[in-house]
């Protein structure tokens, strides 16, 4: 399972890169004058904060006109197979579908599964082993041709051929074939490259799923834009990103990457066959920028609807949006968690005490500060679980009390956990952060402060943030350097337990090399927490454990949270029918977005 550990890695590492520009300064200014209300202003902004979790300027929405998206990231891949930011996954749906989604609908609702190109969600039989779906009448792909079963077995096998097409989520090869017997439609060798067993096409309009174990998640990961449908006949293999073949409402005009992409309708994309896309503007466009502050500039000079990337506009841009713009912003929390991780393997965070002593020790005012304060940076953490995912509790679960009575630190505390696992005069260790991340650099900083006050000696060791999977990824490696604090962030893939906490605190995702359990957990009731998870059925069985997960985890120290991340994004006066969606970690749900005037 290396290879989902790596991508999800590069999610999040990507959005961490993404958000330094967001991230960089302290607490951003209030401002805003008449735009502060939330109930609209004279410019026909909405107001700020009106389309987090809710629908601002829904009936506005018109058919026509160009929706403009502007980004300093271009996309990992369009490929549906290869894909792993967040925003391709939003994006892709223009353009793709799948057989299950997310609602069209804002906040927590938005994370709940409708069908798309199936009559409805799966009928699941063989205790949660067997997942069975019709497909829709009428979903036909760009040339006309209907979309069949297999054509949406074709696209989830090219999750096998992972040495062509990488970079995507795998959660589907290693739930359907644990074992890797599946060589890829590639490497296919019957007739019809449709070998791979765990996936029977009775009829075109029948597909049934056989999964060797049951998992609670399937449905979820079905979900993702890598189980979209690929044509075989359309499929160009390691080049299908420069061009995708649609089966959505929009199709691929021009693209040219690192510089603009452009769709038009798919004038062969029916309405009565699609429950989820409203498809309001005529062409949607792409245009990418190496400057941050430059995309800012047109996104508050009205020439750009919104950014694409979603993580949250650049100190300078940010600045002037909140004195002069404020209801044009949300400040969506962004589902991802930045924090502190400790390596058993370094002593002496072998002992838990230890581990206690930096958390009591650590200012979490600081922290939050350093990450850009509670609009930019995030409410203070209090656990590992994002508010995204079902059985989170945000900060009422606070067992340190870091965001009460300890939020500035407590020494006494600290020196009480020291003299407990028997450092009475603190100890000296080192803090392992990335040298292309400002934002963690300062984060680092704010620590190392802190600590010291309560006799812990923290170097800061800034490491090749491009290296990172070399580096402290390798277990071995972070042993060696004596990184007793490494300082990350992670997002789930997914809005559950499995898709956010597997990789960090299950045993059995300790690698030698691209590991993510850096805290290295080894807990036999964590372990069987996530067993029991994947085959429960039920979702308040499934919150349950979920919390257990995170409480056994917080027990254990093994983390220090900084903040439930959050960001300032920007929306046009002219966008209408938006808001923002937990399915994509706080960013505004892309596939309905309309326009209130096409002809601006």
Not at 66 to 83: E, H, P, V
Request: aromatic share 10%.
């Amino acid at each position: 399972m290396t290879t989902q550990r790596t991508s999800g890695r590069r999610k999040q590492a990507f959005a961490a890169a993404a958000a330094v520009a967001a991230l960089l300064t302290t607490a951003a200014c209030g401002g805003g004058g008449s735009d502060d209300s939330g109930k609209g202003s004279s410019t026909g902004a909405a107001g700020f904060d009106a389309a987090n979790n809710k629908v601002a300027q829904a009936s506005l929405a018109k058919k026509g006109g160009t929706l403009k998206f502007g980004g300093a990231q271009d996309a990992d891949s369009w490929d549906t197979t290869r894909g792993y930011y967040g925003f391709m996954w939003n994006f892709a749906r223009y353009y793709s579908r799948q057989l299950v989604t997310g609602k069209t609908e804002p906040g927590k609702a938005g994370a709940t599964l409708t069908p798309d190109l199936a009559t409805g969600l799966a009928k699941v039989t063989d205790d949660g082993k067997t997942y069975t779906y019709t497909l829709r009448d009428g979903a036909t792909w760009e040339d006309g041709k209907p979309v069949t079963s297999k054509d949406v077995k074709y696209g989830i096998e090219r999750v096998w051929a992972q040495d062509v097409l990488s970079g995507g989520p795998v959660y589907l090869k290693d739930v359907l074939d644990p074992k890797g017997t599946y060589k890829g439609p590639y490497k296919d060798t019957s007739k019809d490259k449709l070998g791979l067993k765990a996936i029977d096409t009775p009829d075109d309009k029948t597909i049934v799923f056989h999964l060797p174990q049951a998992n609670s998640d399937f449905e979820e990961m079905l979900a993702l834009v890598s189980a979209s449908p690929v044509r075989q006949d359309q499929d160009t293999k390691s080049k299908y990103g420069l061009h995708p073949f649609s089966s959505g409402p929009y199709k691929f005009a021009s693209y040219s990457p690192g510089k603009e992409l452009t769709l038009v309708r798919n004038d062969k994309w029916s309405q009565a066959s699609d429950p989820i896309r409203k498809a309001y503007p005529d062409k949607i466009t792409v245009t990418f920028f190496s400057d941050a502050n430059q995309l800012d500039q047109r996104l508050l000079n009205g020439d750009l609807d919104l950014d694409i990337n979603q993580t949250g506009m650049s100190p300078q841009g940010r600045t002037t949006a909140l004195k002069e713009h404020k209801g044009n912003l949300d400040n969506p929390v962004s589902g991802y968690i930045r924090y502190a991780v400790f390596p058993q393997s370094v002593k002496p965070f072998d002992n838990v005490e230890c581990r206690k002593a930096v958390i009591y020790g650590a200012d979490h005012v600081s922290l939050q500060t350093a990450r850009g304060g509670p609009v930019a940076g995030g409410d203070i953490g209090t656990n590992m679980l994002p508010p995204s995912v079902p059985g989170a509790e945000g900060q009422k679960y606070d067992p340190y009390e870091i965001s009460g009575k300890n939020k500035a630190g407590n020494a006494e505390l600290a020196k009480a956990a020291l003299k407990a696992c028997g450092q009475p005069n603190g100890f000296k260790t080192t803090i392992a952060v990335r040298n292309n991340k400002p934002v963690e650099v300062a984060t680092a900083q704010s620590l190392q402060a802190s600590l010291k006050k309560i006799g812990i000696d923290a170097q800061i060791d800034q490491y090749d943030g491009s290296q990172t999977t070399g580096i402290i990824g390798s277990p071995e490696n972070v042993k060696k350097k004596g990184y007793g604090i490494i300082i990350m962030g992670w997002g789930p893939d997914f809005p559950t337990v499995q898709g956010f906490g597997l990789p960090l605190w299950d045993s059995k995702y300790i690698l030698d090399s691209g590991n993510s359990n850096y805290a290295l957990i080894k807990d036999k009731t964590i372990d069987g927490l996530f067993d029991s998870y994947v085959t429960t059925l039920d979702d308040a069985g499934k919150e349950k454990i979920s919390s257990e997960i995170n409480h056994k985890v917080m027990e254990g120290a093994y983390y220090l949270p900084f903040v439930f991340e959050k960001f300032i994004n920007w929306r046009s006066d002219n966008l209408a029918n938006v808001y923002t969606t937990d399915n994509y970690s706080g960013q505004y749900d892309f596939v309905n977005l309309g326009l209130k005037n096409p002809k601006k």
